[in-house]
């Protein structure tokens, strides 16, 4: 069956930088785009990124634009979130989702704070 499990989350201090990574299975990974978003305490999903299946293409939400770079590893099923200059309000539970087909992955806690 479907599988997006993301990992990487954590406690980081202002400024600093975290990896996430979701890796997928139980579908042709190359084949769809993937996205990340993330949500929150008391706000709605928000768009992060996404990174077309086979071009690479990418796009950014206007949130963490210039803050942020998505990648993938078709030949390791794993799509990645690199962020950077991490600020307190990017503290949310950041998803991975495979898009057309939609699904969620469980998501992954990050906390920016001192």
């Known amino acids: 069956q479907v599988q997006l499990v993301e990992s990487g989350g954590g406690l980081v201090q202002p400024g600093g930088s975290l990896r996430l990574s979701c890796a997928a299975s139980?579908?042709?990974?190359?084949?769809?785009?993937m996205s990340w978003y993330r949500q929150a305490p008391g706000k709605e999903r928000e768009f992060v990124a996404t990174i077309t299946s086979t071009s690479g293409l990418t796009t950014y939400g206007e949130s963490m634009k210039g803050r942020v770079t998505i990648s993938r590893d078709n030949a390791k099923n794993t799509v990645y979130l690199q962020m950077n200059r991490l600020k307190p309000e990017d503290t949310a539970v950041y998803y991975c989702?495979?898009?057309?087909?939609?699904?969620w992955g469980q998501g992954t806690q990050v906390t920016v704070s001192s």
């Open positions: 139980g579908f042709t990974f190359s084949r769809f785009s």
């Open positions: 989702k495979r898009e057309l087909l939609t699904y």
